[in-house]
């Protein structure tokens, strides 16, 4: 559930922050072609991006850091 979600964004902070993907809004309004591109570019597991994906345009991605 909502647990993993959180250990997911947690584990993939650093290396979103290390390629430049530290704006929160940004984030949420990249389209699925660029998600894909960020997730390949840090290594991201597919699930792991869908479940990204699904947090971070509910609004859960605010407290990352």
Request: hydrophobic share 30%; net charge neutral; glycine share 12%.
């Amino acid at each position: 559930g909502s647990e993993m979600c959180i250990r997911d964004r947690q584990e993939y902070y650093q290396p979103l922050v290390d390629h430049g993907y530290d704006d929160v809004a940004y984030l949420r309004s990249m389209s699925e072609r660029h998600a894909d591109e960020m997730a390949k570019a840090i290594s991201m597991k597919r699930g792991h991006l869908l479940r990204f994906n699904s947090l971070i345009r509910r609004g859960g991605g605010d407290g990352a850091g």
